[in-house]
């Protein structure tokens, strides 16, 4: 059975020096806080967006992080955010087994009930998300850490509300899920966190608790979960911030930033414009003369495949009859001399005769028996 510990999610935990450096690799033409920005606005809305088209709270979670993940790795003005929010959710259905065909995943996403322009858009983006998540796709989340937490509090406290208090932690960890939190710190660490900020509403002591648990350990993790609990706090105040409404000012800081990205973003990535469609174009007629060329070639070797049974098997050549020269079969050919002693004019001797690998000694009494030369052959009168 898979764990954290043994999981790839420990891959995706990094230090804050770390985590800088790579959001510094891919800023393109933006400056880092309006990098940091714009990916806010953009997780607080395919949150709210996977809720409105009826995603289960853990597949809005995993989608967040996908692409919270994808961005670390790849620029924002090189990818169509609203393409990838959809192919996140799309995954995500996947990996957290809530099975969705491509047909309702664009009717949900507004594209009709079929897979329109909307759901190929997110079938051509599934494999480039497969790739910039490094096929990692097993997410935990702090919602059953927490479960496990309020389980053993309740022990303490036996008139615990469950139920209420994993309401508001399940609150306070989506308002984490749009900060660095979730790439800082493990899922166990959030749910400490996330409870600690609500211990004091329901008169649990979370610090006794927390060096009773975790003994020697207690210090540093107390350090971690007082750190997460102020961070938690600071989300939930000002997340309606990255969303942008009906009514948000026209001069609004939002307003004014998704204008300017609009600006610098790479055009043959976004949908609304000629040069996305020029290249979608270009690429599906390169697509269409490689599967041309695919369909020529094994035409071809199909046709040649059936000559070949309809000729048969290749009959060998004969060989016309080799005339050896005269002198070569003269010299070849053993003379007979008569002075040579021919087999039975003389006594036959036998020395050292070798046996498949071995010598053995012997003579004519030993393979001919004793009467082949014990008495000469009789005569006759």
Request: proline share 7%.
């Amino acid at each position: 059975m898979a764990t954290f510990q043994t999981s790839t999610h420990k891959n995706w935990i990094f230090s804050q020096e770390k985590l800088s450096s790579l959001r510094r690799e891919h800023l393109g033409k933006l400056q880092e806080n309006e990098d940091r920005l714009l990916k806010r606005h953009f997780e607080v809305s395919l949150l709210n967006y996977g809720e409105s088209r009826g995603f289960p709270e853990k597949v809005q979670a995993t989608a967040v992080i996908y692409f919270k993940r994808f961005f670390l790795y790849h620029s924002l003005l090189e990818y169509d955010p609203a393409t990838l929010m959809n192919t996140c959710l799309f995954l995500a259905s996947k990996a957290e087994e809530y099975h969705i065909s491509i047909g309702e995943m664009t009717r949900r996403v507004g594209g009709g009930p079929d897979c329109g322009p909307k759901g190929e858009r997110i079938l051509e983006t599934e494999v480039t998300l497969l790739e910039g998540l490094r096929f990692n796709l097993l997410v935990y989340h702090p919602y059953r850490p927490a479960l496990g937490f309020v389980s053993q509090l309740k022990l303490d406290y036996p008139t615990l509300d469950e139920a209420a208090i994993l309401e508001r932690a399940r609150i306070n960890t989506r308002a984490l899920l749009c900060t660095d939190v979730i790439l800082l710190r493990t899922p166990a660490q959030v749910a400490l966190g996330v409870l600690w900020v609500e211990a004091a509403g329901f008169r649990i002591d979370m610090e006794s608790y927390i060096r009773k648990r975790f003994g020697q350990s207690a210090d540093a993790l107390l350090a971690i979960v007082k750190n997460i609990a102020k961070l938690c706090e600071g989300a939930k105040a000002n997340m309606n911030e990255f969303v942008l409404h009906h009514h948000t000012p026209p001069n609004s800081p939002l307003r004014a930033l998704l204008a300017r990205y609009a600006t610098l973003r790479n055009p043959t990535t976004d949908p609304t414009t000629q040069a996305y469609q020029d290249a979608r174009r270009a690429r599906e007629e390169e697509h269409e003369t490689k599967r041309r060329i695919k369909e020529a070639i094994r035409a071809r070797e199909q046709a040649e495949s059936e000559d070949e049974l309809l000729r048969g098997p290749l009959r060998p050549q004969p060989q016309p009859p080799q005339q050896e020269d005269e002198t070569t079969a003269t010299t070849a050919m053993p003379v007979e001399n008569p002075d040579d002693e021919q087999p039975g004019d003389a006594e036959v001797e036998f020395g050292d005769v070798e046996f498949d690998g071995f010598e053995e000694a012997g003579t004519a009494d030993d393979f001919l028996g004793p009467s082949a030369t014990a008495q000469p052959p009789p005569t006759i009168q």
